[in-house]
């Protein structure tokens, strides 16, 4: 079993920047990849980035490409989604999410797999 639980959401600025982290918690957590997620209001949850669990893997959605920024510290057993450049189409809840491998990360949907509760992002114009 493995718990994730985010933090770092808020209200921002277009053209400002926020910083989510997801910590990780239980059994082999730490050697799991660790994605992040997003549903806007009235749309399907969507892939944005991946890390797998040695950092060597990393993996953006097109439209965050140049703007997102996904890291893991391995000794806190946290990832972070460092975002810049933030516009209001970026608005939404954002889900931190783990599995066995990168690809799986990708390929997950909700509600199979591990899931944190979520954290708010708003992005005003």
């Known amino acids: 079993q493995v718990q994730l639980v985010e933090s770092g959401g808020g209200l921002v600025q277009a053209g400002g920047s926020l910083r989510l982290s997801c910590a990780a918690s239980?059994?082999?957590?730490?050697?799991?990849?660790l994605g992040w997620f997003r549903q806007a209001p009235g749309k399907e949850r969507e892939f944005v980035a991946v890390i797998s669990w040695t950092g060597g893997s990393i993996y953006y959605t097109d439209s965050v490409k140049g703007r997102f920024t996904i890291s893991r510290d391995i000794t806190k057993n946290t990832a972070y989604l460092q975002m810049s450049s933030l516009k209001p189409e970026d608005t939404a809840v954002y889900y931190c999410?783990?599995?066995?491998?990168?690809?799986?990360?990708?390929?997950?949907?909700?509600?199979?797999?591990?899931w944190g509760q979520g954290t708010q992002v708003t992005v005003s114009s």
């Open positions: 239980g059994r082999a957590s730490s050697r799991y990849a």
């Open positions: 999410a783990a599995a066995s491998s990168s690809g799986a990360v990708q390929s997950m949907v909700y509600p199979t797999g591990y």
